[in-house]
């Protein structure tokens, strides 16, 4: 790799990690008082997928560990943000979905941050970000592959 490629890769990679810091930050601050960025991101992903979810399937499709993910649905399912039941298929599986609770929660939280997006979108331009999102997810996907 050419060092202009070096030098391209590691300013893509600062950035992104620089915004992701600044992204968490500026959301965890607005979310609603004892919402944490993982439970909004997890109602957020159930609320749209509309269909149960086994804690395995929730943990690859957030890159997380199934015992990180176990703590973080532990802790949803004692606030009341989701339900987790037997899998009456197979009694070793648990299946997710989210509450109405959680629904509400999810909700509340997307009009809390609504503003900061707003203004978000507003800053850069929706046909900038259109143009943005396709590179991002290409390079998501990249970075989600088994690099072996």
């Not at 959301?27 to 991101?41: D, I, N, V, W, Y």
Request: aromatic fraction near 4%; glycine fraction near 4%; charged fraction near 25%.
């Amino acid at each position: 790799m050419a060092e202009s490629d070096v030098n391209l890769a590691i300013s893509l990679f600062s950035e992104i990690l620089t915004i992701d810091q600044l992204a968490r930050d500026r959301l965890s601050k607005a979310l609603p008082k004892g919402m944490e960025l993982s439970h909004f991101t997890l109602l957020n992903h159930l609320a749209h997928r509309g269909e149960e979810r086994t804690p395995a399937q929730l943990a690859r499709a957030f890159h997380l560990t199934r015992g990180a993910m176990t703590n973080t649905l532990n802790r949803m399912e004692r606030q009341g943000y989701i339900h987790v039941r037997p899998d009456w298929d197979d009694a070793r599986r648990k299946l997710v979905t989210i509450s109405p609770s959680g629904r509400a929660a999810r909700d509340a939280a997307v009009s809390a941050i609504s503003p900061l997006f707003d203004t978000t979108i507003k800053a850069l331009g929706s046909d900038r970000v259109r143009v943005t999102l396709p590179v991002l997810r290409e390079l998501r996907l990249r970075l989600g592959e088994d690099p072996a």
